[in-house]
């Protein structure tokens, strides 16, 4: 358990020991000395193997929040083209100087803690309501740095999941799938843990456990690419440019006109139609049409204007009878007939013929 902890303090040194440092390099060598110091105080307080470490692990409450910052500075890095601290980003230190203050006034002022008192018991335990007062507080703060970390983590998530979602033009590579895999397994990791500090202290030294397996195959995923997180962040402003290909464009108006092209033109029923081709006769780039048929209309190319097609060659059948299917299916764009049968079949569950057939024997005049 206590291999991990030291393993990362040593990939932090490795971190400042580059030659050619920049202010990532500073970021993710201090969030790796933090997660390991953060780890080992975990360690200490679960497993009680070590209990004259216990004031170590006290005083590692208030800089338990500053690993959290610490990765989540590293995460807003990765989000943004350019990194910059916001006065808004003061408000996240303030756990850490309360929890830093309750530390200093507890031990130097109150007078009222001692180490011997200080013992790690699942919260919803009786043995729990048994200890001092002051060693309650001291673990609800161990707890509270998780659920902190842990609420991050759910903003992250939610981060990666909103550029997933409205990455429809761009295919995100392995990259970034690992990386949200890593940020889930983080979250879980840490959900797991805040669930032993309530029930089950083996339940957070296996969650250590299992993080552990988790930090050595990310070690190794970097060591298979070492550029590792400047690639998953080339991807993600690869997204964020694309996305902000219809930013100022009157979306609706162009909506309206991609309409009225289908409905009132039937620009459908042009066998060469193309996304270049359309997109032209918006006035717009075939990117902006793309996206806007992707998250404005939740719809792909293809099947945008196969819908117009099967829905005209409904009518079609019915209103021309005695018109071959073979014509119908030319009239409304379809150069083959078989892509004809097949792409009807997949829309209305039935083929050309048996919908011509079902619906005029269903009107036809009583005898």
């Known amino acids: ?26 970021v993710f060598a201090f969030s790796f000395i933090g997660q390991g110091l953060w780890e080992i105080q975990i360690i200490i307080y679960s497993t009680k193997a070590f209990p004259d470490l216990y004031g170590f692990a006290v005083w590692l409450i208030p800089f338990s929040y500053v690993v959290t910052l610490l990765l989540f500075i590293r995460y807003v ?53 048994s ?6 507080l001291f673990l609800i703060n161990i707890l509270l740095s998780k659920i902190y970390l842990f609420g991050l983590m759910l903003f992250m998530l939610y981060k990666f999941y909103k550029i997933s979602r409205y990455s429809t033009t761009v295919r995100l ?19 797991i843990c ?14 250590v456990l299992v993080a552990n397996v988790f930090i050595c195959a990310v070690y190794v995923v970097s060591r298979r690419h ?28 162009v909506i309206a006109n991609l309409y009225s092209l289908m409905r009132e033109e039937k620009a459908f029923a042009d066998e060469d139609i193309s996304l270049k081709k359309l997109a032209d006769e918006l006035d717009i780039t075939t990117h902006q049409l793309s996206q806007i048929l992707n998250e404005k209309i939740k719809k ?18 019915i209103e021309e009878p005695d018109r071959s299917i073979l014509s119908i299916s030319l009239a409304v764009g379809f150069n083959s007939y078989t892509t004809f049968c097949t792409t009807f079949s997949k829309y209305t569950g039935e083929s050309p013929s048996n919908y011509r057939k079902r619906f005029l024997k269903g009107h036809l005049p009583k005898k």
Not at 194 to 207: A, E, H, P
């Open 1 to 26: 358990m206590f291999f991990v902890p030291m393993f990362l303090i040593i990939i932090a040194l490795g971190q400042l020991a580059e030659r050619d440092k920049d202010f990532v390099h500073y």
């Open 300 to 317: 792909n190319f293809n099947t945008f204007i196969n819908e117009f097609r099967v829905e005209e060659a409904k009518t079609l059948l």
């Open 226 to 253: 070492p550029s590792y997180n400047r690639m998953l962040k080339i991807e993600i402003e690869k997204v964020s440019y694309v996305n902000s290909y219809i930013k100022g464009l009157d979306s609706d108006r």
């Open 173 to 191: 590579s392995r990259v970034f799938n690992v990386g949200y895999i890593f940020a889930i397994l983080i979250a879980t990791m840490t959900a």
């Open 194 to 207: 805040i669930f032993g500090d309530l029930f089950s202290m083996s339940v957070v030294r296996g969650s």
């Open 77 to 129: 890095w990765i989000f943004s083209v350019e990194y910059r601290f916001y006065r808004r980003h003061i408000f996240l230190f303030i756990p850490s100087v309360m929890a830093l203050f309750f530390c200093l006034f507890v031990i130097f002022v109150s007078g009222e803690f001692s180490l011997n008192h200080f013992e790690a018991l699942p919260f919803l335990s009786k043995s729990f309501y």
């Open 131 to 136: 200890l001092p007062l002051i060693s309650r």
